[in-house]
């Protein structure tokens, strides 16, 4: 895919309109998973795609290609993410919590009517993760994205440490950071 995208850069580095498009089409959904597990919000998370790629085809001639596309499009999400979660905290609104929507609450009841787990295990899942997302709320901003983008998106440590402009070492620390502020958050829950 790496070799299609720089095929599709380059056109689009020449104003082929339908090049950039392939690679909103290609990347949205990774940029947007991302986004929305930065922010915890699906509508802040739209907002991030579309100034994501709104931002990166205005520095499109900045782009080298030393990294992959990918991990230039990440760079940008995530620093937007960051920008927008500062915003957001600063103004005094809600910090990083999902909100449920209708679909999830579908889900839900679905799950209780269904053979799948009990209320109370329901319950137990809520816990842990509104604790992680209180968690994840009070990270610093370098070790929730390096956090996100290992255990939920799948980085490598390199491609962490391109998307953070960090050494492999600093992405590595900021990881174990954020894993060791989970488990500690979340040993209460468990042991009880």
Do not use: C
Request: aromatic content about 8%.
């Amino acid at each position: 895919m790496e070799d299609s995208d720089s095929v599709a850069v380059a056109r689009a580095k020449q104003g082929d309109g339908d090049a950039y498009r392939i690679l909103v089409d290609r990347h949205s959904r990774s940029v947007f998973r991302l986004a929305y597990r930065m922010t915890g919000n699906e509508q802040d998370s739209e907002d991030v795609v579309q100034e994501t790629f709104l931002r990166a085809y205005k520095q499109l001639h900045r782009y080298e290609a030393r990294s992959s596309f990918s991990t230039w499009l990440y760079r940008i999400a995530a620093n937007y993410s960051l920008d927008l979660v500062r915003r957001k905290k600063r103004h005094g609104e809600i910090g990083f919590q999902e909100q449920a929507t209708e679909e999830e609450m579908g889900e839900v009841v679905h799950a209780v009517a269904s053979d799948a787990p009990g209320p109370d295990r329901l319950l137990f899942s809520g816990a842990v993760q509104e604790k992680v997302a209180a968690t994840l709320d009070g990270l610093s901003q370098q070790e929730r994205t390096a956090f996100v983008l290992r255990h939920f998106e799948g980085q490598s440590i390199e491609e962490i440490s391109a998307v953070l402009g960090l050494s492999n070492n600093a992405a590595k620390h900021s990881i174990f950071r954020a894993v060791q502020k989970l488990r500690r958050a979340l040993e209460p829950l468990v042991a009880s």
